[in-house]
Nanobody
């Protein structure tokens, strides 16, 4: 069993940056691919970025390419999402999740989410 806890969300002005972190418990973390999602109230949860278990392969949805960077540290059981040049439309609750598949399509564990608010 893996438990995930996100942190780093907050309020930032447009053009600013935030770094989200997802801390995982359990020794199996390094065996999972990881993904970041975001969800607005009443909308579906959409994938933002993914990173393979060894960190060698990444995925980004088109709207964040060139602005967001996903990374992981298997020794620390963490996966981070560096978000630069933030826009008001990036405002959402952000979640991390584990995935045994690549590309990540099915997810076994989820965090509780962290709120990101970008003001214009």
């Amino acid at each position: 069993q893996v438990q995930l806890v996100e942190s780093g969300g907050g309020l930032v002005q447009a053009g600013g940056s935030l770094r989200l972190s997802c801390a995982a418990s359990g020794r199996a973390f390094s065996g999972y691919n990881m993904a970041w999602f975001r969800q607005a109230p009443g909308k579906e949860r959409d994938i933002v970025a993914g990173i393979s278990w060894n960190g060698r392969t990444t995925y980004y949805t088109d709207s964040v390419k060139g602005r967001f960077t996903v990374s992981r540290d298997n020794a620390k059981n963490t996966v981070d999402l560096q978000m630069n040049s933030l826009r008001p439309e990036d405002t959402d609750v952000y979640y991390c999740a584990t995935s045994r598949s690549w590309p990540p399509t099915m997810y076994e564990h989820w965090g509780q989410g962290t709120q990101v608010t970008v003001s214009s």
